[in-house]
């Protein structure tokens, strides 16, 4: 088996099953905290997070143990100091081992407050009702796209970040329209829009992106995060002219209307921010027209490496002179839209290719957290390049452009282990590129850029681009290892987070660590030949398995006969597969967590016949939990599953006591996938909150645990890990935020670290 490192490039001769990536010396053991001391890294200063709700048997009370405050270990958790808990301002207890309380006298006009033991009380907190609270929002108003086809809007993923430095976190929120697509669905889209919102409701902006950003899960992610270290959050995403920023003042009016800066060189070749660049069908016919009447001009053409003329290219007898005339080019591309592509795939209808941008400026935008008011705005990088023809859209079976090119990821990252970058990627099937940004608070500087470089095709309208090397001497491994979503995490225990990029990793550094690679096995579509693990849908990072060092990875694969595994375990750092198993399928989903308190780690699962698997790779049977999204809810530190996607309401499971909520009048998000907004420890103990819309997207309905618990941790926001994934958990495929150390029931507290950040 071999892995492609900037270390070494060579073929590595080991056990047959399970090596990939080149191993390195490992520099932590069991008993030594897991993924690498924290440093002084920045993450926000929060204030105490109080939250009470009303529950049959009294007042529940949750609040935050903040990193600062930890002074050591227990057994059952981390020592910190005690705190005092009032009642209408009268002192009821002294809690020492949680940072939660049941007040049985407490009912719902009661208003609390705690104070670590001698230190200062926290702001007031009046009970909830029930065990939840709705944020109101500001639905907008319903649309027609051009083709006459009218939409509604549904609130979608969900952010946090403390915009106004205030301690508390502010609730951004993504709108999606009904039409919302797939990057591979013909048809226009409604317009996407951003919001800010305090935890009252009350509305802070909006930002629309307009109409030259698409709708759907790979279009949009937004990152919110403090940048520069001012103690308030930023916003950063693509943007596009017509994006424009509408302020409210306290009342709800809007204050002002304000479109995206357009760079001087757009505006001098007369881009305007009334420039819509999406295309009819009649629009795309005539882009193909004059593609083609390029054709010999083409860069690929010119150098040899693609068929001279498109007769060759699509198998037909020659009849044109080059450079095609208009007249030419048009009957070609007939004969590709109604004869070609169909032969292809009956699902290539080209004729009713609609609402998509495969032309015009892209742009990165950074926003005032707090105003929504525009701090930069810079050229997206990279650029799109073309339609899609580099990129593989036409030469699979099913012709798709805009598709491959228009793939984007999104996620904060401490790659120096002290200040928070922001790192953008577009692409993973073929051209895979990331590009990393460090904000100063007036201008973004790239700290480093990625590029596979393009994978070579010998026909752009017939090839099979997937799985072959980029141009690229460093990176050319990493096409087609991407997956839907990315993790930031310190795999390596040098204090400095890597790039998680599926079945690849980017070193702190933009170096490349290791691409993973492993023989195909019998029975599959070429026994015996080294193949990258490939594209899955959902990755999980974190310690999986505590009794052997460092954090583990858990991956899926759609590679079916052409993937040497469906799911697989590996090991961080190096890429090695510890276990995993050929299906010859498209594995589509899989989830880790302790489900089973008996067995050491998490455990870890995936359907198409995977099973459930202990981490330690041993198969425990084949019927699995639900694999959409896990929450840490219970009180025993095990980990629980929201199920529930398109029109069923969302149910939190435990694989034991069965469900423990039913979150009426609320669904998830994004069809199948059936996303909460958001699971985050926004306020509280270290569980997590769930947080869903309602119905009618009338509100973002927040749902807390109110089992007791009597373990003692810090804030989960303060681990820069954590902290970093609940940033990217909105980026495309949702996929839960996990720790820098093992979180489970069985727990060594002697592993967990102990925050040595800086809180601005």
């Known amino acids: ?145 051009p083709a006459g086809e009218a939409y509604t809007y549904s609130a979608n993923d969900l952010s946090v970040g403390d915009v106004d430095g205030d301690g508390a976190y502010e609730y951004i929120v993504k709108w999606d329209p009904s039409n919302s697509k797939d990057v591979s669905q013909v048809g226009y889209t409604g317009n996407v829009y951003i919001d800010a919102y305090e935890l009252d409701g009350t509305p802070l902006y909006r930002i629309d992106l307009g109409v030259n950003v698409r709708a759907g899960a790979h279009y949009t992610q937004f990152l919110v995060y403090d940048f520069d270290g001012d103690g308030r959050s930023e916003l950063m995403f693509k943007t596009a002219p017509g994006t424009k920023i509408i302020r409210y003042d306290r009342s709800g009016a809007v204050r002002s209307e304000r479109f995206v800066s357009l760079p001087r060189e757009d505006v001098a070749k007369g881009v305007t921010h009334a420039d819509d660049y999406r295309m009819s069908a009649a629009d795309y016919f005539e882009h193909l027209v004059t593609m083609f009447q390029g054709w010999h001009d083409h860069p690929e053409v010119e150098a040899g490496r693609w068929p001279a003329t498109l007769e060759q290219a699509f198998g037909i007898a020659p009849a044109y002179t080059y450079p095609l005339s208009r007249e030419d080019a048009t009957a070609l591309a007939n004969h590709f839209v109604d004869v070609y592509a169909p032969a292809r795939s009956a ?32 050229r997206y990088e990279p650029g799109r390049h073309d339609d899609g023809l580099m990129w593989g859209d036409y030469a699979m079976a099913r012709i798709e452009p805009g598709n491959r090119v228009d793939r984007f990821l999104a996620t904060v990252a401490y790659l120096d282990g002290r200040r928070p970058s922001a790192v953008f990627a577009r692409g993973y099937y073929t051209r895979s590129t990331l590009v990393a940004y460090d904000w100063d608070g007036r201008r973004l500087h790239k700290r480093w850029y990625v590029d596979s470089g393009w994978t070579p095709m010998t026909n752009p309208f017939n090839d099979s681009p997937h799985g072959r090397d980029g141009t690229d001497p460093e990176f050319r491994t990493l096409t087609t290892q991407g997956f839907h979503s990315l993790s ?58 505590p009794t052997r060092p460092g954090l583990e990875i858990y991956t899926v694969h759609e590679g079916a006969a052409g993937a040497p595994y469906g799911h697989a375990m590996r090991d961080a750092k190096t890429g090695q597969v510890l276990f995993g198993t050929y299906s010859g399928r498209d594995t589509g989903r899989g989830m880790v967590g302790d489900i089973l308190p008996e067995h050491a780690g998490l455990e870890a699962w995936a359907t198409t016949g995977m099973g459930l698997w202990t981490a330690q790779g041993q198969k425990l049977g084949d019927t699995i939990p639900g694999t959409n999204q896990s929450i840490r809810w219970a009180a025993d530190l095990s980990t629980q599953i929201v199920d529930g996607a398109l029109e069923v309401t969302p149910t939190i499971q435990d694989h034991r006591r069965g469900t423990l909520l039913t979150a009426a009048n609320t669904l998830t998000n994004n069809g199948t996938k059936g996303n909460p907004g958001l699971v985050a420890d926004i306020f509280g103990d270290w569980r997590e909150e769930l947080l869903l819309r309602t119905a009618d997207s009338s509100a973002i309905r927040i749902h807390l645990s109110t ?3 009597t373990h003692k941790l810090y804030t989960l926001m303060h681990d820069p890990q954590y902290r970093a994934e609940v940033a990217r958990q909105q980026t495309t495929y949702n996929q839960p935020s996990y720790t820098s150390f093992h979180l489970g029931t069985g727990t060594d507290w002697a592993r967990v670290p102990v925050p040595t950040a800086s809180y601005r």
């Open 347 to 378: 699902r290539n209808q080209l004729r009713n290719f609609a609402g998509f941008i495969v032309d015009g400026p892209e742009y990165l935008t950074v926003f005032e957290g707090a105003t929504g008011r525009e701090l930069q705005t810079v």
């Open 488 to 545: 930031s995490s310190d795999v390596d225990g040098d204090g400095k987070q890597e790039i998680v990029y599926g079945a690849a990793t980017i070193d702190h550094d933009g170096s490349l660590l290791y691409s993973s690679f492993a023989p195909l096995p019998e029975g599959s579509a070429s026994p015996g030949t080294q193949a990258r693990l490939g594209h899955g849908d959902a990755m999980h990072v974190t310690d999986i398995d």
């Open 1 to 145: 088996m071999r892995a492609w490192n900037r270390r070494r490039f060579a073929a590595l001769a080991v056990a047959a099953v399970c090596l990939v990536g080149v191993p390195l010396p490992a520099s932590a053991a069991p008993g030594a905290p897991a993924g690498g001391g924290h440093g002084r890294v920045q993450l926000e200063k929060l204030d105490r997070g109080l939250v009470v709700a009303t529950t049959t048997g009294g007042a529940f009370l949750s609040w935050r143990l903040l990193g600062h405050e930890v002074t050591g270990r227990t057994s059952s958790g981390m020592k910190g100091p005690g705190f005092e808990v009032y009642r209408d301002g009268r002192r009821i207890a002294t809690v020492t081992d949680s940072t939660n309380y049941l007040d049985p006298a407490g009912t719902a006009g009661s208003t609390y407050q705690v104070a670590p033991v001698r230190g200062r009380k926290s702001a007031p907190a009046r009970a909830w009702s029930t065990t939840h609270l709705d944020l109101p929002l500001r639905k907008p108003a319903d649309g027609v796209t």
């Open 707 to 709: 089992e007791v618990t």
